[in-house]
């Protein structure tokens, strides 16, 4: 049966986007797998606690996400 466990940064979606997230992911396994998997697809949301992530050693705050997310920082290549 497909699991799919998602990590997320806590606090950078809401509750509706982690929502969509599950929808959206689980389309993409019934659309490769099947319409009969779809009553045993599972899909996990988790989140983690900011700081607690970190890229290349460097840890990865919430804060840190939103200013990526709008653009302000970029990740080092």
């Known amino acids: 049966m497909p699991f799919i ?3 997320l940064i806590e606090n950078v979606f809401s509750t ?3 929502q969509q ?3 959206n992911l689980t389309e993409a396994m019934v ?3 099947g319409e009969r998997m779809r009553g045993v697809t599972w899909c996990v949301v988790e989140e983690v ?3 607690d ?5 460097q840890s990865l705050t919430t ?3 939103h200013a990526l997310a709008n653009g ?3 990740l080092p290549a």
Do not use: F, L, T
């Not at 992530?53 to 050693?57: F, S």
């Open 5 to 7: 466990n998602v990590k």
């Open 49 to 51: 606690k900011s700081g």
């Open 16 to 18: 509706e986007q982690k």
């Open 63 to 65: 804060e840190a996400v």
């Open 53 to 57: 992530w970190a890229i290349g050693g």
């Open 31 to 33: 659309a490769i797998e």
């Open 72 to 74: 302000e920082v970029s």
């Open 21 to 23: 997230i599950a929808r």
